[in-house]
């Protein structure tokens, strides 16, 4: 995965949370791997570790092979179920964005059959 950048800041993720970040990353990216350039999650205690609240953020920034980029951000108490709601999110938005490109790529392909340029 030498795609994907990791920091974490006053936050220890263990092992098993690691892994299914990895995992879930490499099964969300998967479907378009071709067109990602890289991907940045910088998670943080916002708060220190001492205070209570919404304090664990992270920061999701996929760039695409065209410059563009998506960015995700949240925040939450427990950092495995805001790792998990940033994913989710991310699986969203990939499959958002690929039935944006079939759509056009459908939409063209019928003007071509209508003999529309």
Known sequence: ?????????????????????????????EKIRDKVHEVHLNIEDINGPNRKGLDKQAKLV???????????QDKDSKVGAL????????????????????HKRNSSDSMKQKGVN
């Open 1 to 29: 995965m030498n795609y994907f950048h990791l920091r974490c800041d006053d936050v220890t993720l263990t092992a098993p949370l690691k892994s299914y970040l990895q995992d879930r990353l490499d099964q969300a990216i």
């Open 62 to 72: 996929v760039r695409w092979n065209n410059k563009q980029s998506l960015v995700i």
């Open 83 to 102: 790792i998990h709601r940033v994913l989710d999110r991310l699986e969203s938005s990939i499959d958002r964005r690929m039935e944006r490109g079939l």
